[in-house]
């Protein structure tokens, strides 16, 4: 027969479904009363070990009779109620804190806002400025390209004369080479028998040289036939030629010499034409170098108050930028207050309804022989709660 060393199977523990429900336990009205009030308190200025302590002895303030309340019991309450009327305050004055800095803010914005339309206007004053300013340096322009055109013309007028008069200066001489070269000697008969074709010449050459003088053609055509003849056969009549001649040849050189002595006078007045044109474009462009100057400052005027605009249209952003977040900042300290106010009302009905709920409870007789036996462990609770209370009174 084989051994029987098989072991036996242990009995296996029912399996719990995990469909099962699990029923939670009742939440304590007085904690979940509380609740509100212990997340208040987390938000506040108290410590946060101070808190835990509340946290965990506040409850039993609220379980039992007043008159059974230990000492630091009612501590917890004058400790919880002070902290919650201290975090109200705390609330208040970040309150007015956030007014004032929305009341700030808002009087920065108007401020800058203001400085912004007036730093505009200035912008737009220069601006006008500038544009008066350069319509004048165009006009100051034109003066200059006018006065440059009357110098070129006086300038081309002098020139012109200069060529003028350096004929005049020559005319005298021309005339006197003509008396020379051949007035004297067909006057005097130089010329030979044989070279009367040399004589004509020089006699057509003659009369061509006096027409521009304006002498009459008759007296021209007497003398050129009195100069065919010779100086000792020439009649009365030849004589009568050549003194009327001799007249207008003196008269035509006294016409020379007055247009030469006239030449330096008018040459003259050239010159001091030429020195007031001059004088007037060097006016005109002394006139158009200001205004360019005038021009340029009030350009560069112009930019740097432009610049100092642009700086006053971004404060005025920054400003905005500031009183959004101030409003926010007070939207938010408005709530918290008001959450604040909710808080302590909640818990000083709570404080209310207990005390009430004592003034309205018979009291029972205790038997004077009854004896409560201590027990430990509640005794080193309730001792435990006391160190607690004591530190946060401290």
Request: charged residues 35%; contains cysteine.
């Amino acid at each position: 027969m084989a051994p029987q060393n098989k072991r036996q199977t242990a009995a296996k523990a029912p399996v719990v479904s995990k469909k099962a429900k699990v029923e939670a336990a009742p939440e304590d009205p007085v904690i979940a009363q509380l609740t509100p009030i212990f997340d208040a308190l987390a938000t506040s200025k108290l410590p946060a070990p101070s808190c835990q302590l509340l946290r965990a002895a506040l409850p039993h303030c609220f379980k039992g009779a007043v008159d059974e309340l230990h000492e630091y019991q009612r501590q917890v309450l004058e400790l919880a109620t002070a902290s919650i009327k201290a975090d109200e305050d705390d609330k208040h004055t970040s309150l007015k804190a956030a007014e004032e800095k929305e009341k700030v803010a808002s009087t920065a914005v108007e401020t800058s806002k203001a400085d912004s339309e007036a730093a505009k206007k200035l912008v737009d004053e220069k601006l006008e400025q500038l544009d008066n300013k350069t319509k004048e340096v165009a006009d100051a322009t034109a003066e200059v390209e006018a006065a440059t055109q009357a110098v070129d013309l006086a300038m081309k007028n002098k020139d012109a004369f200069l060529v003028e008069k350096a004929a005049i200066m020559a005319e005298p001489e021309a005339f006197q080479s003509v008396l020379t070269e051949l007035w004297e000697p067909l006057k005097s008969s130089s010329f030979g028998a044989k070279e009367y074709r040399k004589r004509d010449k020089a006699i057509a050459q003659l009369v061509e040289k006096l027409a521009p003088l304006g002498i009459e053609e008759s007296l021209l055509d007497g003398v050129a036939a009195a100069l065919k003849q010779r100086q000792d056969k020439r009649d009365g009549f030849a004589e009568t030629a050549f003194k009327f001649l001799l007249e207008a040849f003196e008269k035509h050189q006294s016409l020379l010499a007055e247009r030469v002595a006239g030449s330096s006078t008018k040459e003259q007045e050239h010159e001091k034409a030429v020195v007031e044109v001059e004088s007037k474009r060097s006016e005109a462009q002394e006139k158009l170098a200001a205004r360019e100057k005038e021009h340029e400052q009030l350009q560069n005027d112009w930019a740097e108050l432009e610049t100092e605009a642009k700086k006053a249209q971004r404060a005025v952003l920054d400003t905005e930028s500031d009183l959004k977040e101030a409003q926010v900042e007070l939207d938010y300290a408005k709530v918290a207050v008001g959450s604040a106010l909710e808080v302590t009302e909640a818990f000083l009905k709570m404080k209310e309804r207990k005390e009430v709920a004592f003034a309205e409870e018979p009291v029972e007789p205790v038997a004077p022989a009854m004896e409560i036996e201590a027990v430990p462990d509640v005794v080193a609770s309730l001792e435990t709660e006391e160190t607690s209370t004591a530190a946060i009174v401290a």
